[in-house]
C-alpha cells in the first residue's frame, strides 16, 4: 500500500522559513514524479512544484518561483520542499502528491496526480 507522509509544517512568521517533508513508502517512483500542492479554506488544490525523480527536472507555480525549492532524496525516498520569504498568502495546507509517468512533474492540475498524502498545515502571519 503506497503512503505519502508529510512533516514540518507550522506557524512562521511573514519573511520566515521552512522545510516540509514527504516520506514515500509502499513503493518507489524512481520512474515518476513527485509534487506539492495547497490548499487554502474555501479555495481550490494548487499546484506548487513538481520534481521528475530520474533527473530532478523541477516545475513551479509563478506564485513561488524564487522562494519555494523542491528536491528529493533516493537514499530515503523522500520529496521536499524548502519555503523562503513566506508570505500570508501562503497559508494553507500543503499535500504531497506522486505521479507513476515521469512527465507528472509537469502537470499543474490534481486530476492526473495518482496518490496523495494527508497533509500539513502551513500558517504564515503577518
Known amino acids: 500500500q503506497v503512503q505519502l507522509v508529510e512533516s514540518g509544517g507550522g506557524l512562521v512568521q511573514a519573511g520566515g522559513s521552512l522545510r516540509l517533508s514527504c516520506a514515500v513508502s509502499?513503493?518507489?517512483?524512481?520512474?515518476?514524479?513527485m509534487g506539492w500542492f495547497r490548499q487554502a479554506p474555501g479555495k481550490e488544490r494548487e499546484f506548487v512544484a513538481g520534481?521528475?525523480?530520474?533527473?530532478?527536472?523541477?516545475k513551479y507555480a509563478d506564485a513561488v518561483k524564487g522562494r519555494f525549492t523542491i528536491s528529493r532524496d533516493n537514499a530515503v525516498n523522500s520529496v521536499y520542499l524548502q519555503m523562503n520569504s513566506l508570505k500570508p498568502e501562503d497559508t494553507a495546507v500543503y499535500l504531497c502528491?506522486?505521479?507513476?509517468?515521469?512527465?507528472?512533474?509537469?502537470?499543474?492540475?490534481?486530476?492526473?496526480?495518482?496518490?496523495w498524502g494527508q497533509g500539513t498545515q502551513v500558517t504564515v502571519s503577518s
Open positions: 509502499g513503493r518507489t517512483f524512481t520512474s515518476g514524479a
Open positions: 520534481i521528475k525523480w530520474s533527473d530532478g527536472s523541477t
Open positions: 502528491a506522486a505521479g507513476i509517468n515521469s512527465y507528472s512533474y509537469l502537470f499543474v492540475v490534481a486530476e492526473p496526480w495518482s496518490y
